[in-house]
């Protein structure tokens, strides 16, 4: 029997990635179910959003939880919702991946990969570095995640043009708009190889 894929998504500000993935999931563009989101910050616009659309939303505050409990709790959220495919979506802190998801949890990033990414590279400090750097080219990449910041197998990547007109603001947009199309992308390509986590 056909069942959809069972989503988790981590983020920490404002939910645009987690809400593109909802709404393809209510178009009927995406064949998957957001099961279980988790923020670790509590007063961002990304848990009013999922709260708003009726999602499983809870708040693991890096702040106020301390190692190995942030690990761990996490860890507890998604397992007890089953989730099989976790969905990094503007996640701002480093989460531990235990065991039974190594190979289950996947990252978006607005930049092609390996250039312009790692710690501190995060929202419009990364098209700001792009355009100092004065490349012609840039984008977004969807990888696998191993315990260091925005690296891993890639799983695709996007490309637009960088304008000599761009501010960090009009190539951010230009870069979401490949996102909106290469997470649901990715969900769908490793949806069809992902069995349930033992
Ligand atoms: C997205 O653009 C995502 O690519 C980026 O954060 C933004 C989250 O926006 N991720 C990274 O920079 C990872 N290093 P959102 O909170 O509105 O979804």
Redesign the pocket.
């Known amino acids: 029997m056909h069942r959809s894929v069972r989503l988790g998504v981590l983020?920490?500000?404002?939910?645009?990635?987690?809400q593109n993935i909802h709404e393809r999931i209510a178009n009927g563009k995406l064949d998957a179910e957001v099961v279980c989101v988790i923020s670790s910050r509590g007063s961002v616009k990304?848990v009013a959003r999922a709260r708003d659309v009726g999602l499983p939303t809870h708040v693991v505050s890096r702040r106020d939880t301390p190692d190995p409990l942030f690990h761990d709790e996490i860890e507890r959220l998604l397992t007890e919702a089953e989730v099989e495919l976790v969905c990094?979506?503007?996640f701002a802190c480093m989460w531990r991946i235990p065991p039974a998801f190594a190979d289950r949890v996947i990252?978006?990033?607005?930049a092609l990969l390996p250039a312009f990414?790692g710690k501190g590279?995060?929202?419009c400090k990364?098209h700001e570095a792009v355009l100092a750097a004065g490349v012609d080219r840039s984008g977004?990449t969807v990888h696998h995640c191993d315990n260091e910041?925005?690296h891993g197998p890639i799983v695709l990547q996007r490309e637009v043009p960088v304008l000599e007109s761009d501010t960090p603001e009009t190539l951010?947009d230009r870069?979401?708009e490949q996102?909106c199309i290469a997470y649901p992308e990715a969900i769908t390509l490793l949806s069809q190889t992902l069995r349930a986590p033992s």
């Open positions: 983020l920490s500000g404002g939910g645009r990635t987690l990304g990094m979506a503007g990252n978006i990033h607005p990414g590279f995060y929202g990364v977004c910041y925005d951010a870069v979401f996102e």
